[in-house]
């Protein structure tokens, strides 16, 4: 379910398919079943049946052309602008001026993409992208790469599909990076191809299916003790706000008792959130508690001393923002982090992950899915690597890419609540990997709740989150997969 394969592992059971079939079937079948697709998206649009078919030079043209021909044969009305390899500037390679399309089908460039994107198909997809209707994209938008999510080139441009339909299985590029933007919603179509040909995925979407058995329900004989305690360590002068953001992510999905150990001289207490406990993180006693280490924690011996105690003890581990930078920064921290047999997460965002791995943000966000495996090996931890299209990696090489969330977490203090949120659920019992797939899922999809609800994505702030990660959470738990051999209510 859900998973997601490279370009290789697409090639290899292309090739193998084929191998059994007369030639053409499966570029047929890919035709056809894009065709489908298309009538369906025409079919919603008011304007007369115009479809624009672009077809470039290789397979991913010869998809496009069993499109035009079937969707003539439905009655719609095809413009086809064949781009050639040779003649790019040639008379058939110009998008009509001033027509009105029903829709736009991408058979430019598939995954045989292997440079940036110049010249007319450069100059077509600028046009593309500047209507308004709906573009439908053949396996993958033209000019992103289909492993990475990258656009191809320093200065590259890809179509902005409003639909991509991808054949023989899905890939990791469409749901991460600048995938999202590009593919719209994705319909994956085998092509007939048998399943068994392809390989066994180690890539997945995160869906609840990942995670829903770790989910729940209270007993009545519980007491706040039941759910862990969870201690926030961070907020150096300035910086006071972070650690209570995770605080109140914490204490609002679930951990029995939330303290705040601040590095400086913190508040004595939270006003809108008055549970909260603050404790200065010099003398606090952390035996028993999930420790939360990073967010404003600034870099001052205090702040490396208190991480290094945090690494060294085996208390379930999140670190977060100012944490990462400071292992980054020093070997013996790595090294201390390395060697630790209790739960870990890291949740870096590209910079920190950068930091830590020793490279460029460019070089991390050209392959997101190498970089958190790498560190996740490295460092024998859970490594969540955010923005759009999170990256969960873990130290065996499995990785999964979450699809919730959206934009509106682009903001300050978001980052501080998904890292409350991982520790309250390791704080409650949760395995690192089932604690970060939920807490990431979870965030996301409180994200896009709060969106649906007209509070974002412009000016959704990271406080709004906590209760409405509370409501997705008692919604998991009230509906969550019975494991196998229990009747599902
Ligand atoms: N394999 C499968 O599973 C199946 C594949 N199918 C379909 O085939 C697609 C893969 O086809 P593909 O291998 O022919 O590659 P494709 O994406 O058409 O691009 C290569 C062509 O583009 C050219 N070219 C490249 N970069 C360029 C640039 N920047 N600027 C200009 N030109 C550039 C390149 O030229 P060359 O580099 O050789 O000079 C070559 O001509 C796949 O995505 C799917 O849609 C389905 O039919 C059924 C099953
Ligand atoms: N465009 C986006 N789409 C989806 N999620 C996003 C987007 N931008 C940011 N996020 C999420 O918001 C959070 C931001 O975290 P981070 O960068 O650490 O911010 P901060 O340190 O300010 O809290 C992460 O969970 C990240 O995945
Ligand atoms: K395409």
Not at 171 to 187: E, M, S
Not at 216 to 244: C, E, W, Y
Not at 379 to 384: E, L, P
Not at 437 to 449: C, K, N, T, Y
Request: with cysteine.
């Amino acid at each position: 379910m859900g998973a997601l394969y490279s370009v290789a592992e697409i090639r290899q059971a292309e090739r193998a398919a084929a191998a059994q079939l007369p030639p053409g079937t499966l570029m047929q079948r890919a035709g056809r079943a894009a065709a489908r697709i298309a009538l369906g998206i025409i079919g919603a649009e008011p304007v007369a049946h115009q479809a624009l078919v672009l077809a470039g030079p290789g397979n991913n043209g010869g998809d496009a052309l069993e499109v035009a021909a079937s969707l003539a044969q439905s009655g719609v009305g095809v413009t086809l602008v064949q781009l050639g390899r040779a003649d790019a500037a040639g008379a058939l390679n110009h998008i009509p001026a001033g027509r009105q399309w029903a829709l736009v089908v991408d058979g430019l460039f598939g995954i045989g993409l292997a440079r940036p994107v110049e010249g007319a198909a450069r100059a077509m997809i600028d046009t593309v992208n500047a209507l308004a209707c709906p573009v439908l994209a053949l396996d993958v938008p033209s000019g992103l790469d289909a492993d990475s999510g990258a656009v191809i080139g320093p200065d590259g441009v890809a179509v902005r599909a409003t639909h991509t339909i991808t054949f023989i299985g899905d890939k990791p590029g469409l749901h991460t990076l600048a995938g999202r933007d590009h593919a719209g919603h994705v319909i994956v179509d085998r092509i007939g191809i048998d399943e068994a040909l392809l390989p066994g995925a180690s890539v997945h979407m995160n869906e609840p299916a990942m995670f829903g058995l770790a989910f729940a329900p209270r007993l009545h004989d519980s007491h706040k003790g039941t759910f862990g305690d969870v201690a926030v360590v961070g907020g150096a002068h300035g910086m006071a706000g972070a650690p209570i953001l995770a605080a109140r992510a914490a204490l609002l999905s679930g951990a029995g008792r939330v303290f705040v150990a601040s590095v400086d001289h913190g508040p004595a207490f939270d006003s809108g959130q008055p549970e909260l406990m603050f404790r200065d993180a010099a003398s606090f006693n952390f035996a028993g508690s999930t420790i939360v280490a990073g967010p404003g924690m600034g870099d001052s011996a205090t702040a490396i001393r208190l991480l290094g105690k945090a690494l060294d003890g085996d208390n379930p581990l999140v670190l977060d923002a100012d944490a990462i930078n400071l292992i980054a920064a020093s070997p013996d921290l790595q090294a201390r982090l390395a060697a630790r047999t209790a739960h870990t997460i890291l949740t870096p965002h590209p910079l920190e992950a950068a930091r830590l791995l020793g490279v460029t943000a460019g070089v991390v966000q050209g392959d997101r899915l190498e970089a958190a495996r790498e560190i996740a090996a490295r460092f024998d931890a859970c490594v969540v690597l955010k923005g759009s299209g999170t990256v969960i990696a873990m130290a065996d090489g499995e990785a999964l890419i979450n699809p919730t969330g959206n934009p509106g977490l682009a903001s300050a203090g978001t980052g501080d609540v998904l890292a409350g949120l991982c520790g309250s659920l390791l704080a409650q019992g949760w395995p690192a990997r089932d604690a970060a797939l939920a807490a990431v899922w979870m965030h996301g999809e409180a994200a896009d709740r709060l969106v649906a609800e007209g509070c974002g994505p412009i000016g959704l702030t990271a406080s709004e989150l906590p209760a409405a990660i509370r409501r997705v959470l008692n919604r998991m738990v009230a509906e969550r997969p019975k494991p196998a051999g229990q009747p599902q209510s």
